[in-house]
């Protein structure tokens, strides 16, 4: 299912040797699948003795990535013309150029080469790449090039692609019953040297204490709606200022919420000034909050969404449970 044919392995090589120099960018608001998945390419080009530099726009604001921040510039190297004529991009884990965000430095009409598993509309602008959005993680596609391409992983590169499956899987509890060949993957990486208990504390721990105290507080104020199938909680300027200066742990919140026995949908709203929210919205398996999103000028997936927009958070509630009333 999964297995890259022999055209895309030579397009890859093709679109290596063909340049002198590589720029390897993910999406902004970097998460550990990015990351990585951008590490093991530099792994690649470091095996054939490519020179290449790792860009990123952040911020790195999620705690799993903090530790590689310093390997990834949001600037170009400068090159003249002729250079750029010769150098290549990756870009990793995303599909559209604007979703890397602002680097400084040009990246249009670049020879560009996409390995992702974003739903996208397909390449464009002539694009070369590889997009498979069954696959669960970018860092697993890396992980397939990499095998077709040199061979066994080297053991720090095995642990590298294993924290970017580890991330976008939830700790592989994502995976559904079609995913053998995903385990089948990742067993090899850990023959590789992949250590999971280290990983998952690698991922799951060193949060701020106040991210803790911040949960205690939207736990106590979610209310129920709709016969308790949907759950709204809210945070306050004041809550941002005594407790959400170093972020909030949001996953936590939703996957508390959403274990609830009866809960289908959550929804957590932050007033960010005193007239603008920003609203996350989640849901177990058939109910849609990118339909409730797209109402408030929002979006995203089907079972995970947000949304920015004006007004208050108690004159937003009651219009965003009345909107899920009509879904639900
Ligand atoms: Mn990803």
């Known amino acids: 299912m999964f297995e890259l044919s022999q055209e895309i392995i030579d397009e890859l090589k093709s679109f290596i040797e063909n340049h002198d120099f590589f720029f390897i960018a993910g999406h902004k608001e970097p998460d550990g699948d990015c990351i990585t998945s951008c590490l093991g390419i530099a792994a690649i080009l470091d095996y054939f003795g490519k020179p290449y530099q790792l860009l990123s726009a952040g911020p790195f604001k999620r705690n799993e990535v903090i ?19 010769k150098s290549g991009l990756f870009i990793a884990d995303c599909s559209e150029i604007v979703r890397i965000g602002d680097i400084d430095g ?30 669960p993680a970018c860092a697993f596609l890396i992980q397939l090039f990499y095998e077709k391409l040199i061979g066994d992983l080297p053991a720090e590169l095995a642990k590298t692609l294993f924290f970017g499956i ?11 019953e079609n995913s053998s060949e995903v385990f089948a993957a990742v067993s090899r990486l850990v023959a590789s040297g992949a250590d999971p208990r280290t990983t998952y504390r690698e991922i799951n721990s060193g949060k701020p204490y106040s ?13 129920r709606y709709l016969d308790g199938r949907l759950v ?14 170093e972020g909030r742990d949001s996953d936590s919140l939703y996957q508390l919420m959403l274990s609830a026995k009866g809960v289908e949908a959550v929804v957590f709203l932050r007033q960010d000034t005193e007239t603008t929210c920003t609203g996350g919205f989640r849901s177990q398996d058939k109910i849609d909050v990118s339909l409730v999103a797209s109402k408030f000028g929002g979006g995203g997936h089907k079972n995970a969404s947000g949304m920015s927009c004006n007004g208050r958070v108690e004159t937003l509630i009651p219009q965003i449970v009345k909107e899920f009333a009509r879904i639900m």
Do not use: P, Y
């Open 166 to 176: 580890c991330t976008d899987t939830g700790f592989f509890r994502f995976l559904t």
């Open 232 to 245: 709204v909680t809210w945070e306050s300027l004041e809550d941002t200022k005594k407790w959400g200066l």
């Open 67 to 85: 530790r590689w921040q310093d390997k990834f510039s949001d600037t170009m190297e400068f090159q003249d013309e002729s250079e750029r004529k």
């Open 106 to 135: 040009d990246l249009k009409n670049l020879d560009t080469f996409v390995i992702d598993h974003h739903k996208t509309s397909g390449l464009t602008d002539g694009m070369k790449g590889h997009v498979d959005s069954n696959a």
């Open 211 to 223: 991210t803790r105290k911040l949960l205690g507080i939207l736990l106590g104020k979610a209310e």
